[in-house]
Every structure is written in structure tokens, then in C-alpha cells.
Nanobody, 122 residues
């Protein structure tokens, strides 16, 4: 069982930066692939980024590639999403998720946080 709690969301102007953090409980954190997803109003939840158990492999949605960076610290049971050059279209609720597979489909992630709101103003 893994419990996830996100933090770091907020309001930022276009071109600005935010760093999201996700704290996980449970001793098996390092066994899980960690992902970030987001959901904008009226839209389906979409994949943003994923990182494998060791942190050696990462994968990004094309829409955030080159602007966002995912990282993890297994000693601290945390995963982060550094978001730079933010755009208004990045506005969404961002969710942290944990699962066994290094994939983009949300159905393969077993544990989810409550989400944190990111709003980018133009």
C-alpha cells in the first residue's frame, strides 16, 4: 500500500516555474514507477511524465518535453516535477501516481494522490 500527497501547486505567470513534490508513505516506494498526470477542466486526465524505480529512465509527453523534469529520491520517498517555461495550457490539477509498469496509461497506475492545482496566467 502506498499513500501519495502532492504539494507545490499554485498560481504563476506564463513563462514562470513551479516545482511539484509528491511524498509517499510505505517502505516499498522504490519498487514503483512514479508518474505525473494532469487534468484540465472539461478534459480527460493525461500523462505528463514518468520515472522508473531507479530514476535512470524517464519519459515525457511531447507537450512538456524540454520544459518539465521528473526526478525521485528513494531515500526520502519523494518524487518531484520541475516545471519551467509554463504556459496557460499547462493549467490543470496535477496528480502523482505509483504503479508497477513504466507506461503512460493511467489505468496501469494503482495509487493516486489527491492532486494539486496549477494555474498559469497569461
Amino acid at each position: 500500500q502506498v499513500q501519495l500527497v502532492e504539494s507545490g501547486g499554485g498560481l504563476v505567470q506564463a513563462g514562470g516555474s513551479l516545482r511539484l513534490s509528491c511524498a509517499a508513505s510505505g517502505r516499498t516506494f522504490s519498487r514503483y514507477v512514479m508518474g505525473w498526470f494532469r487534468q484540465a477542466p472539461g478534459k480527460e486526465r493525461e500523462f505528463v511524465a514518468a520515472i522508473n524505480w531507479s530514476g535512470a529512465s524517464t519519459y515525457y509527453a511531447d507537450s512538456v518535453k524540454g520544459r518539465f523534469t521528473i526526478s525521485r529520491d528513494n531515500a526520502k520517498n519523494t518524487v518531484a516535477l520541475q516545471m519551467n517555461s509554463l504556459k496557460p495550457e499547462d493549467t490543470a490539477v496535477y496528480y502523482c501516481a505509483a504503479g508497477p509498469l513504466f507506461v503512460v496509461l493511467s489505468i496501469h497506475y494503482d495509487y493516486w494522490g489527491q492532486g494539486t492545482q496549477v494555474t498559469v496566467s497569461s
